[in-house]
């Protein structure tokens, strides 16, 4: 067999798991718009997106095109945008850190977002300008920049990114635990601990 016949058979099988997962996507998306308060049969809600997207004329209830096509429709794409979303940044993180157990706690993004959106809601840092998403970002990127600080980017291995997350994880975890016990407000922080 040449290599010529490897690669063919392999970018094959590439495109059949490609069309396949495409294929289950789709009937995902289509299942998930089927369930609601409103229960709506799969072939409606295929006749209402093939309605909505002007493949076909199918005659069905306007109620059940508008919940499908103006409700649904664009909260399952979004569910599914999310999930990819995800998907990929925890591939990334996998294959950057080399472990197939790496995870955002590891690297200390999540005890940074959380002391960002603690620091929100004690502190009214950035009340008005800076919301509760915001400031949790912020603290997940203070996180992820002191780990790349400490494991000194590029050029040390793995083992330090991880070693220096540890370390980011546990101070922001501190950090977070300092300023719900220090507000002095119980209302403050039964709404952290929420």
Aim: glycine share 12%; aromatic share 6%; with cysteine.
């Amino acid at each position: 067999m040449s290599i010529r016949d490897e690669t063919g058979s392999g970018a094959g099988k590439f495109l059949l798991l490609l069309t396949v997962s495409l294929l289950v996507l789709c009937l995902a998306v289509a299942v998930a718009m089927t369930v609601g308060d409103y229960a709506i049969a799969l072939g409606t809600v295929v006749l209402a997106v093939g309605n909505g997207l002007g493949l076909t004329t199918a005659e069905i209830p306007r109620i059940e095109q508008s919940v499908v096509w103006d409700l649904r429709l664009s909260r399952a794409l979004v569910a599914a945008l999310a999930g990819a979303g995800l998907a990929i940044c925890g591939a990334i993180l996998q294959a950057l850190l080399r472990n197939p157990l790496a995870e955002p706690f590891v690297l200390g993004v999540s005890a940074g977002a959380s002391t960002g959106a603690v620091a929100v809601i004690v502190l009214g840092i950035g009340a008005g300008g800076l919301s509760l998403s915001m400031g949790a970002f912020a603290g997940a990127f203070a996180a992820f920049a002191l780990v790349a600080l400490l494991s000194n980017g590029a050029t040390s291995g793995p083992n330090h990114t991880i070693l220096a997350g540890v370390a980011a994880s546990q101070l922001f975890n501190a950090l977070t635990s300092y300023i719900v016990t220090t507000s002095g407000n119980a209302q403050q922080a039964r709404d952290v601990m929420f």
